[in-house]
């Protein structure tokens, strides 16, 4: 069974012993000015902005299993996604997880404390650009039940078996900003109606390297909202990414019955059709 958390020193015993395809999920700028020895960098596992669609499912789907089929991702590999720190990236190591377990990959692992935890572990790092070998990356739909999609969420709407957690930045969840991109960026601004809300920085303990809380003092944050292991709990965020963040935390804190809904705010908050909550989530 593939570890989903790697220390920087875990990860070095992995290059070391095994075949692995370090992703590195941060801009290009960034990856050019230092990054892991081997790594590739896949910024669109961020940037990409998903429909829950027939259509939108294909296109990422295609998108991403000729991408990671060009990292060289063939299925005897394992993936290790990393980003800088674990809350200054909005959670796209995570999403680039996400991505991967979704299009069925058997060995993904995430650098827990991302690229500033392998600095300041005083492991290696270098300017120089590696070129992978292409492989035929191994699609396998099996695993689709990982994300949901608008309809799911419609459904699930006034269902008391199902919690939708909202772990969007504060002012999102309150109405006055409609994305990380600009207060006016999406059409509508406010909540899924009934949505509990989490902010996706409480998964994480503060610190010179942030990582992820214990899992007791995960599960301790998810009681605040009604939260437990038995919980069916639906994420969402903006775009996937910060859910993905706080998916990762939840499933590691033993809450199991946890999927994304990928599409997220940008995809509902534009279909004038889907109800929406909006004002203050609290009594004046």
Same mark, same amino acid.
Request: charged share 20%; with cysteine.
């Given at each position: 069974?593939?570890?989903?958390?790697?220390?920087?020193?875990?990860?070095?015993? %992995?290059?070391?012993? =095994? %075949?692995?395809?370090?992703?590195?999920?941060?801009?290009? =700028?960034?990856?050019?000015? !230092?990054?892991?020895?081997?790594?590739?960098?896949?910024?669109?596992?961020?940037?990409?902005?998903?429909?829950?669609?027939?259509?939108?499912?294909? =296109?990422? %789907? !295609? %998108?991403? *299993? +000729?991408?990671?089929?060009?990292?060289?991702?063939?299925?005897?590999?394992?993936?290790?996604? /990393?980003?800088?720190?674990?809350?200054?990236?909005?959670?796209?190591?995570?999403? !680039?997880? $996400?991505?991967?377990? /979704?299009? +069925? /990959?058997?060995?993904?692992?995430?650098?827990?404390?991302?690229?500033?935890?392998?600095?300041? *572990?005083?492991?290696?790092?270098?300017?120089?650009? $590696? @070129?992978?070998?292409?492989?035929? $990356?191994?699609?396998?739909?099996?695993?689709?039940?990982?994300?949901?999609?608008?309809?799911?969420?419609?459904?699930?709407?006034?269902?008391?078996? #199902?919690?939708?957690?909202?772990?969007?930045?504060?002012? =999102?969840?309150?109405? @006055?900003?409609?994305?990380?991109?600009?207060?006016?960026?999406?059409?509508?601004?406010?909540?899924?109606?009934?949505?509990?809300?989490?902010?996706? /920085?409480?998964?994480?303990?503060?610190?010179?390297?942030?990582?992820?809380?214990?899992?007791?003092?995960?599960?301790?944050?998810?009681?605040?909202? !009604?939260?437990?292991?038995?919980?069916?709990?639906?994420?969402?965020?903006?775009?996937?990414?910060?859910?993905?963040?706080?998916?990762?935390?939840?499933?590691?804190?033993?809450?199991?019955?946890?999927?994304?809904?990928?599409?997220?705010?940008?995809?509902?908050?534009?279909?004038?059709?889907?109800? #929406?909550? @909006?004002?203050?989530?609290?009594?004046?």
């Amino acid at each position: 069974m593939t570890t989903v958390l790697l220390d920087p020193q875990e990860l070095q015993q %992995k290059i070391d012993n =095994e %075949k692995v395809v370090l992703i590195d999920t941060r801009n290009p =700028e960034q990856f050019a000015a !230092g990054h892991i020895p081997g790594a590739v960098n896949i910024h669109d596992i961020f940037t990409f902005l998903a429909a829950s669609t027939p259509e939108g499912i294909a =296109e990422l %789907k !295609g %998108k991403f *299993a +000729g991408v990671f089929g060009k990292a060289g991702l063939s299925g005897e590999e394992t993936a290790v996604v /990393y980003e800088d720190s674990m809350n200054s990236g909005f959670g796209q190591s995570c999403r !680039g997880y $996400f991505l991967l377990c /979704y299009l +069925g /990959y058997p060995k993904v692992s995430i650098l827990h404390g991302g690229f500033q935890a392998w600095k300041a *572990a005083g492991l290696a790092e270098t300017t120089e650009v $590696f @070129t992978p070998v292409a492989a035929e $990356f191994p699609l396998d739909h099996s695993a689709d039940g990982l994300m949901v999609d608008k309809d799911d969420v419609l459904k699930a709407l006034g269902n008391d078996e #199902i919690v939708l957690l909202d772990v969007r930045d504060v002012d =999102e969840w309150v109405g @006055t900003s409609s994305s990380p991109y600009g207060r006016d960026y999406s059409s509508r601004k406010g909540r899924l109606p009934g949505a509990r809300w989490l902010e996706w /920085y409480r998964m994480m303990k503060p610190g010179a390297v942030p990582v992820f809380k214990s899992s007791e003092e995960v599960l301790a944050d998810c009681a605040s909202v !009604g939260i437990n292991k038995e919980s069916h709990v639906y994420i969402y965020c903006f775009k996937g990414a910060r859910a993905s963040n706080t998916l990762v935390a939840l499933k590691a804190a033993g809450i199991e019955n946890v999927k994304l809904y990928f599409g997220s705010w940008n995809e509902w908050a534009e279909d004038a059709a889907l109800p #929406i909550e @909006t004002g203050l989530p609290y009594a004046c």
